[in-house]
């Protein structure tokens, strides 16, 4: 449930789903595959988790918004943040090639992924980084790049 009571986040036959508690109006919050030609939705792999583990949602602290990562992709690397709010009900993906004009060549497509860090106010901090390490490894805290994403101006800039 949001900070504010006004949404709950869900999970339906492993696909995220916000509903409004004053209208209970449900929407589906799964945004389309960008590397497919056709309009499929993101792939999960078959699994058994909370709606919890495969979303891992985190809402900023006044409700106003939402980040979620749809965990368990078919694609290994592949963790875009998505960011949904009540003001833009489109779910904007950060993914890598989102952050690459401020990536430059710094990072391969092959094996860089995001990862949400935190809320600082209408901005969403995400670090990219490179997956070079084993499975059983986490990334070094310091490891890669971490960008702001502001979800009013949908502008993103680096911020170390």
């Given at each position: 449930m949001s900070p504010?009571?006004?949404w709950v986040f869900y999970e339906r036959r492993r696909l995220p789903v916000i509903a409004n508690i004053?209208?209970?109006r449900h929407v589906l919050l799964s945004p389309y595959d960008p590397d497919q030609?056709?309009?499929g939705l993101l792939k999960m792999m078959v699994t058994n988790e909370s709606a919890t583990d495969l979303f891992?949602?985190?809402?900023?602290?006044r409700g106003d918004a939402l980040a979620f990562t749809i965990n368990n992709l078919e694609a290994r690397f592949y963790n875009p943040i998505c960011i949904w709010s009540p003001a833009d009900p489109e779910v904007?993906?950060?993914d890598v090639e989102y952050f690459r004009p401020l990536l430059g060549s710094r990072y391969p497509k092959w094996g860089t992924t995001t990862e949400f860090v935190a809320w600082e106010k209408n901005k969403v901090l995400v670090r990219v980084y490179n997956c070079d390490y084993p499975d059983d490894v986490q990334h070094p805290p310091d490891s890669g790049m971490i960008f702001s994403y502001d979800i009013i101006t949908k502008k993103i800039s680096l911020v170390h």
């Open positions: 504010d009571g006004k004053a209208t209970q030609n056709s309009d891992s949602p985190h809402w900023q602290p904007h993906l950060l």
